[in-house]
């Protein structure tokens, strides 16, 4: 259990950790788990004092809220739980700033909705942000701004929010504690001789619905959810260690790199670029553009750039910089980029050769619908 893999090595030079914590360790049923709130801070400032950096995303705000109202019903309306998370969060935060400030650290609160991460002005200021508050030696506790958030645009939980955020973070490893040791290849609630597994490598998303596990009843992920962190982590270029919170001193092991929990390897066929993740999996398509056959193969067959030639219909509302869909007439989406155009310029420059676009417009401007270094094949992005 204590040795030392070789390929963790790599997690004793990691500067800057992102680490996830989940409702259930963070929840005793009656309240927050201050206990393990304290050990945690306690833990991260020693570690802190030795020049690593963190970022925590912690849930518990709706738990801690359910607690504080005596709110026993289950399956709450989206209204209730907006509310219980407000009443829960300003909790959760003044127990993360008192166990941070014993030790001479300071927590600062970031709430974020998936809406904050679709535009990419809105994105980079987010990153802005964390620069400042890592050059301030503050210690950024992340939640989802659940009382704002609606249903179709919510996170799908915090292991996802943790995923997304990793460009903003620029952490070299996450860390994600849970409830149970790490992975199983089997479900351990329904086999208890099921194996743990000590690494992963080579994660794909088909292979994580073999993993897959239910919530539980305080929180929203589960170990499919995890898994889904880990693999957009390992797309990123950083390992990932899934384990439980419940173990004493869990951090500094998995630091030390010690066999604890599940290491999830980063891919090995080097790291996605974050602005192509953020093309692929944070933002939303605004739009969608049809293109004719011929500008279908350019792109998908030769790496071309969509010109405005290659387009014969228009979906939704977009604008200059938004993301939008590339589908074939009668076929697939072959791809998602970023247009340089409102969909109404789109709509006058279809089927336009590219010499005439500047002139159709009006004005001087590129003559690419999506230029191909702001373009993702979706057989590329893995979806
Ligand atoms: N943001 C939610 C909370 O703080 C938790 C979401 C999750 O469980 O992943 O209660």
């Known amino acids: 259990m204590n040795k030392s893999s070789s390929s963790r090595k790599v997690l004793r030079s990691c500067r800057r950790v992102l680490i996830k914590i989940g409702s259930q360790a963070l929840s005793t049923g009656q309240g927050l ?18 020049g690593r950096e963190f970022a925590l995303v912690s849930s518990g705000a709706i738990a801690e809220g359910r607690a504080i ?51 990419r002005h809105r994105y980079l200021n987010i990153r802005n942000t ?23 645009i919510q996170f799908t939980d915090n292991d996802m929010l943790s ?47 073999a993993h897959s596990g239910e919530a539980g009843s305080l929180g929203r992920g589960g170990m499919r959810s995890k898994l889904m962190a880990a693999y957009h982590a390992s797309m990123l270029g950083i390992p990932t260690v899934i384990t439980s919170a419940y173990k004493p001193q869990v951090i500094s092991s998995v630091l030390e790199g010690k066999e604890t929990g ?31 056959h011929g500008a279908a193969a350019a792109i998908v067959g030769s790496g071309k750039s969509l010109l405005p030639c290659g387009v014969v219909d228009i979906e939704g509302t977009f604008k200059a910089g938004d993301p939008i869909e590339i589908k074939e007439d009668g076929g697939d989406v072959i791809a998602v980029g970023l247009s340089n ?17 500047c002139s159709i417009l009006e004005k001087e401007c590129d003559e690419e619908v999506v230029h191909r270094n702001n373009m993702i094949l979706r057989k590329d992005s893995g979806q």
């Not at 998370?85 to 927590?107: V, W």
């Open 69 to 119: 109202m005596r709110f026993a019903e289950n399956g709450i309306n989206l209204s209730k739980k907006q509310a219980l998370a407000a009443i829960g969060q300003g909790s959760l935060i003044r127990a993360y700033t008192d166990s941070f400030r014993r030790y001479g650290y300071t927590a600062a609160q970031i709430l974020i909705t998936r809406e904050d991460l679709d535009d």
């Open 130 to 152: 964390f620069t400042a508050l890592f050059e301030l030696g503050a210690i950024p506790i992340i939640n989802e701004n659940d009382t704002v958030s609606v249903d179709e």
């Open 341 to 357: 155009f409102t969909t109404d310029e789109v709509f006058r420059i279809k089927g336009a050769n590219t010499s005439q676009v």
């Open 33 to 50: 788990n201050n206990r393990m709130i304290e050990r945690l801070c306690d833990e991260l400032s020693l570690l802190r004092d030795e």
């Open 163 to 209: 995923a997304m955020i990793i460009p903003l973070v620029e952490p070299q490893a996450l860390v994600i504690l849970t409830d149970i040791d790490g992975v199983y290849a089997e479900d351990p609630r329904t086999n208890p001789d099921a194996q743990l597994l000590t690494e992963i490598r080579d994660l794909k998303a088909k292979d994580i619905k």
């Open 262 to 292: 599940t290491f999830v390897h980063p891919r090995s066929r080097g790291r996605l670029p974050q602005k192509d993740h953020w093309i692929s999996y944070v933002t939303r398509p605004k739009g969608r553009v049809v293109v004719d």
